[in-house]
């Protein structure tokens, strides 16, 4: 969305770039200065500019009418878009002819005119909306150590440019040596630019040296730092010391001077920062958490880095696991509002976070994070093999069977609603989500899902629940029951392909704003200790839940939760950097290990 500028910003800022030498420079002729009360003087260039902008546009290949309509409708949205700087710069090897409106920068070569009068230009004709810019930088030619001046070169627009999901940055060189043309075009430009307001200016950026392969710090220094300073976006960077390290800065820390915070690291990191940020909103707004409560909206938006192993939040919001996408999200300003679980138990807040698993997933994630000492992919694997050959059997004192739950859940009812539009005459077609009544069930269950997003990742390119949006207000129960080892094999394996993972008998699924789950047995999936990994047991003591707690698998963290946990779905509780996608465009990983 485009607003209108709202201040005028330094202009001289310098920037020091490539050694390339401009083999030739085109006389300057500003056609406006953005003044819009000296317009009236400037109008005669400006109508000559139009008009042999209008003439150009006539001239194109094609259909005749085609070409009519198209150069009609081009012209109507040129002729809108007030030119505010007319100019020459060298883009490449050639002079243009460079427009700058409110909304874009349009450049075209300069020829000379045909006998018949008209300027063959339209073929050649490239524009770049400033929507999809986010700097504008003086170029000037620098010998190597020098800081500061330098041969002024030209302006460069940085522009954010998207191919499938993936974003990246391409820069545009517009090449004039003239001090007062370029300084005139930085001016401009840059004022439009300051006018998008959901770009931010300060960011608090909290980076985990311990995700994945441990190069989360690697990958802010090189892929995202730069693109930052480039972006004129000031930093406050914690490489976090140990789990809880951001969590407790967000909530002892001001926030004011923010207008964001970032996470560079995994799904657990991405947990633990949500968890923060909204806790910290909870307890500026004075709401009890040893209650059920309402909660309040987090008042900073987050931008996700990927650099963690499965990186489920930032495929879900970007589509890719890609740190300069993430960075060019969060540059900007592109926000999504996302829908957010609370988990509590007996009335009291445990935590914040997207999604659940208790049963299989808390399992194989309670095995993985026991063996850490193996690499990240391999221990993964690992712990679903293990799990999975453990099921329904009894290994010395611990049993690995599936869990006898009493499950309940509150649906989502939407009800439409139509009402007459008195003005248009017309009927409006409205959706509103109503109060249903609890469900409850109880058996024995493998695994057990709620996911207030669609959890995105290579391994499930749709998602691990593909039925719920990132702001649609509602989660995805999913609920295995008990079955054979090769069904629930099966099962899973299908969160690999496109067929439908939940048509089987044992799987139920059910779109809902509340789950209520009380396991019945004790201790059945708090440990599988086996001969074999003993020896690893004695060096990573086993996660053991006493009798009233289970484990539960937090947005890829482990939570040990009370016998009784509720989930509730908060709509749009938090706004992150990036958009809502359909489909992860990730390489697609099959897992190996069944
Ligand atoms: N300095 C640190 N040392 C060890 N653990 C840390 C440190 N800082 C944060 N943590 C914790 O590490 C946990 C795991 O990190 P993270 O999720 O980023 O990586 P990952 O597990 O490799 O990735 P994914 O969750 O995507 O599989 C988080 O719960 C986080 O709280």
Redesign the pocket.
Known sequence: MFETPRKSIKTRDAWSESQEELSETQPVSPVGTGNRGKKKKKRKPQQHAEKQLASSLQICTGDPCERKEQSEKRYTDYDTDEPILRGIFQIGKKSHDVLLTSRRVTWSPIQPETPTGHVETLRHMECVELKDVFTVKVKRRRSAGQQTGGTLLGITLFQCQKKGSKLKNREIHFNNMSTDHCEIWFKNIKEILSGFQNRPKSLKVFV?????KKEAYEIYRDDVAPLFQLADIKTDVTI??????ALSILKESNLDAYDGVVVV?????VA?VVHGLLLRAQMDAGRDTDSIFTPVRAPLPLGVIPA????IVACSLHGIRHPVTGAMHIIMGNHQEVDVCSFSSFGRLLRFGFSAMFGFGGQTLALAERNRWMP?GQRREYAVIKTLANLNLCLGMFVCRPEDCELSYLPVKKVQTETLDPVKNESIKDEHVIEGSWSTTQGLFLNISVMAIPCLCSMAPRGLAPTTRLNNGSMALIAARNTSRSEFIKHLKRYNSVNNQFSFSFVETHTVQAVKLRPRSQGSWSDNVSEDNRDCEFKNPPIISSEETYLWNVD??LLEAPSELLIRVHPQLLTLFGVDVEEAEEPHTKCSCI
């Open positions: 985990n040296p311990a995700s994945h976090s010391a140990r789990k809880g390290h690291g995994g799904d657990g990191s633990e963690g192993s499965t990186d990240p890829g963290d």
